[in-house]
T-cell receptor, first 111, second 115 residues
Framework: GIQVEQSPPDLILQEGANSTLRCNFS?????LQWFHQNPWGQLINLFYIPSGTKQNGRLSATTVATERYSLLYISSSQTTDSGVYFC?????????????FGQGTILTVHP | GAGVSQTPSNKVTEKGKYVELRCDPI?????LYWYRQSLGQGPEFLIY????????DSGLPNDRFFAVRPEGSVSTLKIQRTERGDSAVYLC?????????????FGEGSRLTVL
């Protein structure tokens, strides 16, 4: 099956700093989503981005499908950005919505 | 509410007992999924329903796990003869399954602890 690797595994920032999270995947995908899992365990949709670039406020994401990676940018980080960020992909040829998740990046933002 | 609803939020049971976990998807979403998340890991796929039928149950770990969606809306995940290794957060997600909007929306999960 497809492999999904996220880096870095852990990231500690001061409030106001910028960061880039990376997701590499080993095969072609139909779907790629970025999620934020808050301290209460809720998975919050950030981006549905199988290709291209999207922006939502302080967050933006870029997926280069031909090179099999995606990047999540967080600008002017806030303490509420803390939590685990997951990249998840739907491998081409598998069932619709059958996502394979990476191990996540644990982000801690200090005031 | 408008999101995916899961009950119970927490369930503590003893080894060998039977448990049921319920998921109420977003209204109008035809696709429903169950995932399982162990501590420190990303969620792992269990089963996918399109309407009433299980379109893909390849992620169910063994025959103690079973899920139903009899009317194409609410789904129940059933675990027989629970084992300590079944302890995890069970996440339900739904999707509208429309072209170019195939994203999944997750509920808050049911945390299962098997003693």
């Amino acid at each position: 099956g497809i492999q999904v690797e996220q880096s870095p595994p852990d990231l500690i920032l001061q409030e106001g700093a910028n960061s880039t999270l990376r997701c590499n995947f080993s095969d072609s995908v139909n779907n790629l989503q970025w999620f934020h899992q808050n301290p209460w365990g809720q998975l919050i949709n950030l981006f549905y981005i199988p290709s291209g670039t999207k922006q939502n406020g302080r967050l933006s994401a870029t997926t280069v499908a031909t090179e099999r990676y995606s990047l999540l940018y967080i600008s002017s980080s806030q303490t509420t950005d803390s939590g685990v960020y997951f990249c998840a992909v739907e491998e081409r040829g598998t069932s619709y919505g059958k996502l394979t998740f990476g191990q996540g990046t644990i982000l801690t933002v200090h005031p | 509410g408008a999101g995916v609803s899961q009950t119970p939020s927490n369930k503590v049971t003893e080894k060998g007992k039977y448990v049921e976990l319920r998921c109420d998807p977003i209204s109008g979403h035809t696709a429903l999924y169950w995932y399982r998340q162990s501590l420190g890991q990303g969620p792992e796929f269990l089963i996918y329903f399109q309407g009433t039928g299980a379109a893909d149950d390849s992620g169910l770990p063994n025959d103690r796990f079973f899920a139903v969606r009899p009317e194409g809306s609410v789904s129940t995940l059933k675990i027989q003869r629970t084992e300590r290794g079944d302890s995890a957060v069970y996440l339900c997600a739904s999707s509208p399954k429309r072209k170019n909007t195939g994203e999944l929306f997750f509920g808050e999960g049911s945390r299962l602890t098997v003693l």
